[in-house]
């Protein structure tokens, strides 16, 4: 099993920037999609953005052109950068590690407040 670790949440201004970083561990050869959800209060989890081992990236339209995420595969590790921050964008933000075989581990999960 994978388990992943993030860091980099924080408190920011509408406008400013963040970057978001996970490291797994465990069973890291196992490792295929990885990828950022979000929970705000009160709200449903919601995907983010995804990216395959090949780099192949997915997004939610809400953060498209403001959001890009990466990966380090020598490192087991995938980032978050997160530029033009609104307020709609505070949330628990958690990373998710999917397996070959399609088993996720999901992170402990970092806050992220961006005040007005």
């Known amino acids: 099993q994978v388990q992943p670790r993030e860091s980099g949440g924080g408190l920011v201004q509408a406008g400013g920037s963040l970057r978001l970083s996970c490291a797994a561990s465990?069973?890291?050869?196992?490792?295929?999609?990885m990828g950022w959800y979000r929970q705000a209060p009160e709200k449903q989890r919601e995907l983010v953005a995804t990216?395959?081992?090949?780099?192949?990236?997915n997004y939610a339209d809400s953060v498209k052109g403001r959001f890009t995420i990466s990966r380090d595969n020598a490192k087991n590790t995938v980032y978050l950068q997160m530029n033009s921050l609104k307020p709609e964008d505070t949330a628990i933000y958690y990373c998710?590690?999917?397996?070959?075989?399609?088993?996720?581990?999901w992170g402990q999960g970092t806050q992220v407040t961006v005040s007005s």
């Open positions: 465990g069973s890291i050869f196992s490792i295929n999609i």
């Open positions: 998710a590690v999917d397996s070959i075989v399609g088993v996720r581990g």
């Open positions: 990216i395959t081992r090949g780099g192949t990236t």
